[in-house]
């Protein structure tokens, strides 16, 4: 069963930025869309960004559209979320998961151990 590893999390002021990776343990990441979602104690996961399996289409959250870039390289098995301008409203715990490529969380099969984004005021 393949792996996803998240890293890059961490405590930043509100304007800042951070770069969030993950890293499938396979090549069968080739294969399909990755997307970001993010949660917060309480609440269901929040669909952040999608990119498609060869990176020519990407969908993003209102919330995110224009501060947040996501990316990937096939050929590394990584997807990358870019955050900039971060606001204290971004904090959660952000998790990567491949699947479709699809704004619901049910459309993803396999799902990382996720990284938490901190943004202070």
């Known amino acids: 069963q393949v792996q996803l590893v998240e890293s890059g999390g961490g405590s930043v002021e509100a304007g800042g930025s951070l770069r969030l990776s993950c890293v499938a343990s396979d090549r069968t990441f080739r294969m399909y869309a990755m997307g970001w979602f993010r949660q917060t104690p309480g609440n269901e996961r929040e669909f952040v960004a999608a990119i498609s399996w060869s990176g020519s289409s990407t969908h993003y959250a209102d919330s995110a559209k224009g501060r947040f870039t996501i990316t990937r390289d096939n050929a590394e098995n990584t997807v990358w979320l870019q955050m900039n301008s971060l606001k204290p409203e971004d904090t959660a715990v952000y998790f990567c998961?491949?699947?479709?490529?699809?704004?619901?969380?049910?459309?993803?099969?396999?799902w990382g151990q996720g990284t938490q984004v901190t943004v202070s005021s």
């Open positions: 998961a491949r699947g479709w490529y699809d704004t619901s969380a049910s459309k993803y099969d396999v």
